[in-house]
């Protein structure tokens, strides 16, 4: 009975703490502007299914994608075993599923232990490729540790390391359990389970059973079979609070994130109702604009609360895999962009905001709503856009080609942020290279990027009567 009022106890604080976080990312996003992505909710299902659920972009590249497939599949099988954990916790039973599903429990133990053997392998793999084989996808400018208010980065590889120690602690204690329970009933001391028979088949675990890995003393494999158990739920329960603060919360955005994707071409760009307006009144004087006052506050973006909330949802989905920069012509040719860190940064301003507790004001400013906050006033100065996130020229470089969007394996929109933000630049603060202020201002005056009127725009033609009859007459 203690145990399961402990249990309870402990479920209740990890779901709490987990809901908790949950709110505060939810108030994150909802610092975005509206968006209405409630069209086609069929194509949307189908979007989320074939690239959150049936990872259809990651298997472009095949050895990492069927190592994560492994541990991809491994979680979603486990929580089945988990949801049996938790009604023996609560009701103080053991193996509950067992003792009603049979040959099917007999099947979903064998498939949980060699999945659980893989994941193992898989986790040391990618660390022997994180941190001895250097993939080189993995490392760049913005997974450096940074100085000043910016957070999560700071911590990008040792969080990877994390999450591949903490899957191969659950899956060794996963084994404890299971090869301390087999033991304990080989030895006739199943009544310290409550159970007699124990229910399943266990093909990886039964191995280092028929050893006595933990030797035969009955009360001794009880202490290490409770542990198994205690040590996988707890860390299961760990491992959920994690995620929130963890480049590994795309296994649970990936799913809200790829619904809501942008369904039009990728190349098509958003043209915002307010430059409408803008440009109907340059064109007739006595057009009035009409001004809506839920309506953004400036064109293009300055800071997150200029974004959408389906980027900010973008950022906090990043696996922070690196895919979309390694095929950035940008980035390629040595420029500073990298269309990860631009995502990592909508994040960590997003963090910032949430950390000291900014609120945007009237004109969609970020200010601090509570002064007596260490650093807030100073975190309140800074803005997505500047030196302490994304600069002009790390904007300046994209060549919207979206080569980023198509490798991305959940499905994030880096380019709108980019030129959303670029927009900012150009129409809020006329800060663009010379060479295209020229181009701009000639499609303004005369229809086209060139240098000329567009009654001149056939000039080139003029002499093509002449050039042909001297052709025929040079035959
Ligand atoms: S769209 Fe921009 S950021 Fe994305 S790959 Fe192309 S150049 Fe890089
Ligand atoms: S934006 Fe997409 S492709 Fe780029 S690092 Fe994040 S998850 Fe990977």
């Not at 996003?29 to 209405?36: A, E, K, T």
């Not at 979680?75 to 509950?96: A, M, P």
């Not at 040719?333 to 940064?345: A, C, N, Q, W, Y």
């Not at 942020?417 to 499609?443: A, D």
């Amino acid at each position: 009975m203690i145990s399961q009022i402990l249990f309870l106890l402990v479920t209740a604080a990890a779901a709490g703490l987990f809901a908790f976080q949950l709110r505060k990312v939810r108030q994150n996003i909802q610092l975005g502007r509206p968006l209405d992505r409630s069209d086609q909710p069929g194509e949307r299902w189908k979007t989320m299914a074939l690239v959150a659920f049936g990872q259809q972009k990651m298997f472009k590249r095949f050895t990492p994608a069927f190592l994560h497939a492994i541990v991809y599949v491994s979680f979603l099988v486990i929580n089945i075993e988990v949801l049996e954990i938790v009604i023996d916790g609560i009701f103080g039973s053991h193996r509950i599923l067992g003792q009603f599903s049979g040959p099917l429990y007999d099947v979903l133990m064998v498939v949980n232990e060699w999945l659980a053997l893989l994941v193992i392998v898989a986790c040391v793999i990618f660390m022997i490729r994180r941190n001895i084989l250097k993939v080189k996808r993995f490392d760049g400018v913005e997974m450096e540790e940074s100085k000043g208010t910016i957070t999560r980065r700071n911590y990008s590889h040792l969080d990877a390391n994390i999450i591949l120690v903490t899957e191969i602690v659950l899956m060794a204690a996963l084994f404890a359990f299971n090869v301390a329970d087999i033991q304990l009933h080989a030895l006739g001391a199943g009544a310290l389970q409550s159970i007699d028979n124990l229910p399943g088949t266990f093909p990886v675990s039964s191995i280092f059973a028929d050893m006595q890995l933990f030797g035969t003393n009955p009360h001794t494999l009880h202490l290490i079979e409770r542990i198994g158990w205690w040590g996988h739920i707890v860390g299961i329960f760990l491992f959920l609070n994690y995620l929130p603060i963890s480049k590994h919360f795309h296994i649970i955005m990936a799913f809200p994130n790829t619904y809501f994707s942008k369904l039009e071409p990728k190349g098509e760009l958003d043209s915002p109702k307010n430059i409408h307006e803008e440009v109907k009144a340059a064109f007739d004087f006595n057009y009035q604009p009409v001004e809506d006052p839920n309506g953004p506050k400036r064109f293009g973006a300055k800071d997150i609360t200029d974004l959408t909330w389906k980027s900010l949802m973008d950022a906090y989905t990043c696996t922070e895999c690196g895919r979309c920069t390694s095929v950035c012509p940008a980035n390629t040719t040595g420029k500073k962009l990298s269309p990860r860190k631009i995502v990592m940064d909508v994040r960590d301003r997003m963090e910032e905001a949430s950390k000291y507790k900014l609120v945007p004001n009237e004109e969609g400013l970020l200010v601090p709503s509570d002064d007596s906050i260490e650093g807030a006033a100073e975190a309140a100065q800074h803005t997505l856009l500047g030196e302490h996130y994304i600069t002009n020229e790390e904007l300046l470089a994209c060549t919207t080609c979206n080569a980023c969007t198509e490798a991305c394996p959940v499905n994030i929109d880096q380019v709108t942020i980019i030129t959303e933000m670029r927009r900012y630049l150009i129409m809020e603060e006329s800060s663009m290279p010379e060479e295209w202020g020229i181009m701009t201002q000639n499609i303004e005056n005369n229809g086209a990027p060139w240098a000329m009127p567009a009654a001149d725009r056939f000039n080139w033609a003029m002499d093509i009567d002449k050039i042909e009859s001297n052709e025929k007459v040079s035959e």
